[in-house]
Antibody, heavy 119, light 110 residues
Framework: EVQLVESGGGLVQPGRSLRLSCRAS????????MHWIRQVPGKGLEWVSS????????GYVDSVKGRFTISRDNAKKSLYLQMNSLRAEDMALYYC????????????WGQGTLVIVSA | QSALTQPRSVSGSPGQSVTISCTGT?????????VSWYQQHPGKAPKLMIY???KRPSGVPARFSGSKSANTASLTISGLQTEDEADYYC??????????FGTGTKVTVL
């Protein structure tokens, strides 16, 4: 059974940094694209970033470019999101997602970790 | 990277069919056959319902189907059931390893 468990969320002041982690199990982590998606409570989903360990390809939504960095440690089966220069608009529930093998969809999701940006 | 456009809400009675549209551009929905749909119940993580425009993952009921024409993708729920009441989001690959979600649609079963 695929399991994705996010951690690292919490309360942080504007301008500060936070590092999110996602621990994966139940599948061959190295073989799949991994994603970060966020959702402001009561609002819609927003794709944030993805990383392909096979090709090394990385993508970001424009609003986080230059501030967020996605990375992964295949040996630890873990995905990370380093978030710097946090803004109020980054406040959201951050989900970790597993990509499908041959498609671009996200077939498994964690339960999310909440990031609150407030002074 | 503008969000794909979906209707805010659709509704139908049990047994009826509803269709949710997802309008993008010729840089995302219109260019790639990589449209997926997600169902989200309140307080829960999203669940993949359709991928690659019209493919259903194992375990997703056959009453869920997807299609695409030009820059608009659609999700149809045939034979609406009470448990289908949820929020639905489309998502498209947008090139350069980026993706974009739709604005979301609330489906209400009357």
């Amino acid at each position: 059974e695929v399991q994705l468990v996010e951690s690292g969320g919490g309360l942080v002041q504007p301008g500060r940094s936070l590092r999110l982690s996602c621990r994966a199990s139940g599948f061959i982590f190295d073989d799949y694209v991994m994603h970060w998606i966020r959702q402001v409570p009561g609002k819609g989903l927003e794709w944030v970033s993805s990383i392909n360990s096979i090709t090394g390809s990385i993508g970001y939504v424009d609003s986080v470019k230059g501030r967020f960095t996605i990375s992964r440690d295949n040996a630890k089966k873990s995905l990370y999101l380093q978030m710097n220069s946090l803004r109020a608009e980054d406040m959201a529930l951050y989900y970790c997602g597993k990509g499908t093998g041959s498609s671009s969809a996200i077939d498994s999701w964690g339960q999310g970790t909440l990031v609150i940006v407030s002074a | 990277q503008s969000a794909l456009t979906q209707p805010r809400s659709v509704s139908g009675s049990p047994g009826q069919s509803v269709t949710i549209s997802c309008t993008g551009t010729n840089s995302d929905v219109g260019l790639y056959n990589y449209v997926s749909w997600y169902q989200q119940h309140p307080g829960k993580a999203p669940k993949l319902m359709i991928y690659d425009v019209n493919k259903r993952p194992s375990g997703v009921p056959a009453r869920f189907s997807g299609s695409k024409s030009a820059n608009t993708a659609s999700l149809t729920i045939s034979g609406l059931q009470t448990e289908d009441e949820a929020d639905y989001y489309c998502c498209s690959y947008a090139g350069s390893y980026t993706y974009v979600f739709g604005t979301g649609t609330k489906v209400t079963v009357l």
